[in-house]
């Protein structure tokens, strides 16, 4: 099983950014899949999960302001960020979910960083 997280960076307040995840190894298709995100000094928590459609997941902290969508022709699943603050500030992974617990399956990737700043 592999992830790649890509797509951080910098952005400022009020901006906007899109990670992606490619995945191999596994069926994509019949896996929930979510972003977990880790901030400085935080746990690592999950912000938003897909599966099947209508079969959504947000975290309070982001809803209205990330979308998150999968492709499962190309194994992919994308969070689009928008209204950035600077406590989105983290390292951002994807994983494969255990069924209804939603925790993670997988070890994790190396993750892609957000940072938000003036």
């Known amino acids: 099983v592999r992830v790649m997280e890509s797509g951080g960076g910098l952005a400022q307040p009020g901006g906007s950014l899109t990670l992606s995840c490619a995945t191999s190894?596994?069926?994509?298709?019949?896996?929930?899949m979510g972003w977990f995100r880790q901030g400085p000094g935080k746990e690592r928590e999950l912000v938003a999960s897909v599966w099947k459609p209508g079969n959504l997941f947000y975290a309070d902290s982001v809803k209205g302001r990330f979308n998150i969508s999968r492709d499962n022709t190309k194994k992919t699943v994308v969070l689009q960020m928008n209204d950035l603050n600077p406590e989105n500030t983290a390292v951002y992974f994807c994983n494969r979910l255990r069924g209804y617990s939603k925790l993670p399956y997988d070890s994790w990737g190396q993750g892609t960083k957000v940072t938000v700043s003036s």
């Open positions: 190894g596994f069926t994509f298709s019949t896996y929930d």
